[in-house]
């Protein structure tokens, strides 16, 4: 299984950036996809899920969006009004997660290698 994510990069704040996640090695349909990132000094946090139904970081919630197409076996984070805060390494994760636990590190079982998302003030 590997899953390979891109689209990271320098925004200006208030940019916009595209991420994407290509999984290889699984049934991408039949997992839930998420996004997390690790801020410099800070532990991996949760950004957003999508399974059944989306799942957003209060921090994130209205300036990001999660999806996928499943044809491609792809999964995207968009991501607009960007802020200084959200500069990270971003993550690309699949797993089946209880819904009790779809913020979690330990519901995802594959994990992408991490692009970079600098965000300039």
């Known amino acids: 299984v590997q899953l390979q994510a891109s689209g990271g990069g320098l925004a200006q704040t208030g940019g916009s950036l595209r991420l994407s996640c290509a999984a290889s090695?699984?049934?991408?349909?039949?997992?839930?996809m998420a996004w997390f990132r690790r801020a410099p000094g800070k532990e991996r946090e949760f950004v957003a899920a999508?399974?059944?139904?989306?799942y957003y970081a209060d921090s994130v919630e209205g300036r990001f969006t999660i999806s996928r197409d499943n044809a491609k076996n792809t999964g995207f984070l968009q991501m607009n009004s960007l802020k200084p805060e959200d500069t990270a390494v971003y993550y690309c994760?699949?797993?089946?997660?209880?819904?009790?636990?779809?913020?979690?590190?330990?519901?995802?079982?594959?994990w992408g290698q991490g692009t970079q998302v600098t965000v300039s003030s």
């Open positions: 994760a699949v797993g089946r997660p209880i819904l009790s636990e779809i913020r979690g590190t330990r519901s995802y079982n594959y």
């Open positions: 090695g699984l049934t991408f349909s039949s997992y839930g």
């Open positions: 999508l399974r059944s139904r989306v």
